[in-house]
């Protein structure tokens, strides 16, 4: 081996070394600021307004559904606490999107417009770290109280001695966590892409009614006039994370989804019952993901200040 070749062998694994430790203190980097800024967004939130109003509607409705005896109730074979855990995901579905994307928009559009940019730029405190860090947060924020509601009226179930379906528990807690990160990503996405708080507020509400009315209404009016086949509607049907959450939602207690009429069938024979409970906690994950993801481009291209 030549002297060059001797020479070079120490230099090459000593670069490699170096970029090794050079990424790695990235990383760690990355990570503290990411705890610092969802630890402070955390910390903000508890302490408004709005949280406090948040947690108490989701501690009320578990409070309401208990005294309404919607545990000692009988429908359709479906009792106990199993009912009271489908009413509550269905209110969850009416809540949580439009609580979500309101509070979220803020994120970004109000910091901007109150000028807080001007001063995290001059804080050893990445954007990527303030981003991911504001989402994670927020996350906390928006999933805890619907957690801790759902898990206390399990606990009391258990304490009066009525039959908790910890499966269906278990399924509902992804599924909520699941919509939880989609609205959050089309949030921050929104927020990115606002320019002031009120223009972000307005296309929040925007989407929510859009995402609303595409559950039944639009559809039926797509299917009528343009004779689409049924595979076409229900495929363009589950691109909504709303409309996936609710069918989910409805085959743990109607495993034939015999409520949907023949789109049941369509949907079952794609998927199966299994098979679409894990795409109703994964799509919602992923369109969240992309969502942050694109919003996260835009707002380390925008002109911050």
Known sequence: ??????????????????????????????????????????????????????????GGVIVLLFSFGLTESRILGFLGLSRLLVTYIQLCMAILPVFVLITTVRSVAGDREAGVFEYLLALPVSLAGWFWGRLLGRFAVVFLPAFLAMAAASGWATFQQIEVPWATFGIYTAMLAALCWCFLGIGMLISSLARSVDLAQ??????????????????????????????????????????????????????ELVLLGPSAFVILDAFGRKAYLIFAVAWP?????????????????????
Not at 25 to 39: C, F, G, I, P, Y
Not at 228 to 237: G, K, Q, R, S, Y
């Open 1 to 58: 081996m030549s002297e060059e070749a001797l020479v070079a062998e120490p230099e090459e694994a000593s670069s490699r070394r170096r970029t090794g430790s050079s990424v790695a203190r990235r990383r760690s980097s990355l990570l503290r600021d990411l705890v610092q800024v969802a630890t402070l967004d955390l910390s903000e939130s508890i302490r408004a307004h709005w949280f406090a109003v948040y947690a108490v509607v989701f």
């Open 202 to 255: 307005g296309a929040a509400f925007v989407v929510w009614l859009f995402l609303v009315l595409f559950l039944d209404l639009i559809l039926l009016g797509v299917m009528v006039q343009e004779q689409l086949p049924a595979e076409t509607v229900v495929a363009i049907a589950l691109v909504n994370p709303l409309q996936v959450f609710r069918t989910a939602a409805l085959s743990l207690f109607d495993p």
């Open 285 to 305: 994950v992923a369109l969240g993901s992309l969502c942050a993801t694109l919003g996260f481009a835009v707002f380390r291209r925008s002109d911050l200040p």
